[in-house]
Nanobody, 117 residues
Framework: QVQLVESGGGVVQPGGSLRLSCAAD????????VGWYRQAAGKERELVAT???????NYGDSVKGRFTISRDHQKKTVYLQMNSLNVEDTAVYYC???????????WGQGTQVTVSS
């Protein structure tokens, strides 16, 4: 069973920044597409950003230009740098990993991000 351990959530004022981290307990990190989804109260889970081992990235429309995803192969960790946060970014952020061959996907336990003045 793949374990994804998130950290870095918290409370921030509008316009502020946070960085989320997700450490993946996997054997071969390069075989996974990794990234982040989020779910606000009363809404469906939505894509934030994903990245492949080759450096390809995919961002949700609402975060383009503000959030940056990156991955560290040696640490088996994916990061989400979130800048210019606004109240609409308030949600539980879930780390995601999908095996590119098996198609299996896994979720972290989620970390709360609250943007509030």
């Amino acid at each position: 069973q793949v374990q994804l351990v998130e950290s870095g959530g918290g409370v921030v004022q509008p316009g502020g920044s946070l960085r989320l981290s997700c450490a993946a307990d996997v054997v071969i990190f390069s075989l996974y597409v990794v990234g982040w989804y989020r779910q606000a109260a009363g809404k469906e889970r939505e894509l934030v950003a994903t990245t492949t081992d080759g450096g390809g990235t995919n961002y949700g429309d609402s975060v383009k230009g503000r959030f940056t995803i990156s991955r560290d192969h040696q640490k088996k960790t994916v990061y989400l740098q979130m800048n210019s946060l606004n109240v609409e970014d308030t949600a539980v952020y879930y780390c995601y990993a999908m095996h590119i061959r098996a198609g299996e996907y896994h979720w972290g336990q989620g970390t709360q991000v609250t943007v509030s003045s």
